[in-house]
């Protein structure tokens, strides 16, 4: 991480080299996520079970989001990204709100219950955490 390494050095025409490089590689991380996400759709209608989840934290510094969408898409459930706010400032939270289907109730739980472990492995590198913000019944 070129920003824990910055904070240690020593020469300030290499620390700002390290501290812009991190900057640079937020960015394109950002770029690349906004386009996948540009990609991906609109609602989907379904009624097979779901979960809406948001996950908060600094979820591009340590490519939380970028496993988390890997995990989903090597999952059996289909998904929709509904929403992803990135602050302007590398302090500020992002957020993610995603929406995940499965066949069974069993298949969402355990789709949910390994996003909750990526997030409890990641919580204290990333400050991040994931939220159940609706648990929608499939419709008959």
């Known amino acids: 991480d070129y920003w824990a390494r910055a904070e240690s050095e020593t020469n300030p025409d290499i620390k700002e080299a390290m501290l812009a490089a991190h900057s640079a590689i ?3 991380e950002r770029s690349v996520a906004f386009e996948a ?3 991906i759709g609109t ?4 009624s097979r079970p779901s979960r809406l989840l948001q ?3 600094h ?3 340590k490519a939380v989001l970028n496993r988390l969408l890997d995990l989903v ?5 289909s998904f929709v990204v509904k929403s992803l706010t990135v ?3 590398d302090e500020q939270y992002s957020v993610a709100v995603l ?6 109730e069993e298949v969402v739980e355990q789709v949910e219950a390994d996003m909750q472990q990526l997030i409890d492995a990641n919580s204290s590198i990333a400050q991040c955490e994931l939220e159940v913000l609706a648990i929608e019944e499939p419709q008959n």
Do not use: N, R, Y
């Open 99 to 104: 929406q995940i289907w499965g066949e069974t």
């Open 73 to 77: 898409v090597d999952s059996p459930c």
């Open 55 to 57: 996950v908060t934290g």
């Open 26 to 28: 937020a960015e394109v």
């Open 59 to 61: 979820l591009f510094d």
């Open 43 to 46: 609602d989907l209608p379904d």
């Open 37 to 39: 996400l540009q990609a």
């Open 87 to 89: 602050p302007p400032a």
